[in-house]
T-cell receptor, first 113, second 113 residues
């Protein structure tokens, strides 16, 4: 039972372009939405996170846009660089009593020169 | 680096055997969660320990068990290994059971033959 749907599965973006990854969720009890970046052979690294009372959060080149009514959120990477090439996972956390992180299936991002 | 360390990094076991994976949480963190990540998939929640007690479990059989010690380090034990148990096992620690800012270790790659 997949509660967080992520798309696209893979993405190729030119250097300097904008990378956009989308996620949708079903469980309205989710109350915290982090994004993780994972390089081959490494564990996921927390990139940026948002709570549903905020529609947008920006940290450097990374921005999360959140649409509570549509139950969707997305990661935007501005001025994408080759070093951003990695797999990105969105996740969602349940509220008290169910605090586990539920992950999307991942997006493999490749930035080409 | 997150300060979450896992051992061993790689492991090969035979079907039917038992395995113990270890995780040292980041200083100040009292919550440890374990995830299984199959190749090309997002991490799947196994269980979570908060102050030495299990406080959440995913859809995994009882042969997956765990333990958290007074120093908040943790072990994941898997009995009667099956071929499908081959995966990257990830440990994440956070400063509270709410998993805000959960930091992952580099994982243990388990191969069952």
């Amino acid at each position: 039972q997949q509660q967080v749907k992520q798309s696209p599965q893979s993405l190729i973006v030119q250097k300097g372009g904008i990378s956009i990854i989308n996620c949708a969720y079903e469980n309205t009890a989710f109350d915290y939405f982090p994004w993780y970046q994972q390089f081959p052979g490494k564990g996921p690294a927390l990139l940026i996170a948002i709570r549903p009372d905020v529609s947008e959060k920006k940290e450097g080149r990374f921005t999360i846009s959140f649409n509570k009514s549509a139950k969707q959120f997305s990661l935007h990477i501005m001025d994408s660089q080759p070093g951003d090439s990695a797999t990105y996972f969105c996740a969602a956390r349940g509220n008290f009593g169910n605090e586990k992180l539920t992950f999307g299936t991942g997006t493999r991002l490749t930035i080409i020169p | 680096e997150t300060g979450v360390t896992q051992s061993p990094t790689h492991l090969i076991k035979t079907r039917g055997q038992q395995v113990t994976l270890r995780c040292s949480s980041q200083s100040g963190h009292n919550t440890v969660s374990w995830y299984q990540q199959a190749l090309g998939q997002g991490p799947q929640f196994i269980f979570q320990y908060y102050r030495e007690e299990e406080n959440g479990r995913g859809n995994f059989p009882p042969r997956f068990s765990g333990l958290q010690f007074p120093n908040y380090s943790s072990e994941l034990n898997v009995n009667a290994l099956e071929l499908d148990d081959s995966a990257l096992y990830l440990c994440a620690s956070s400063f509270s059971r709410m998993n805000t800012e959960a930091f992952f270790g580099q994982g243990t790659r388990l191969t069952v033959v």
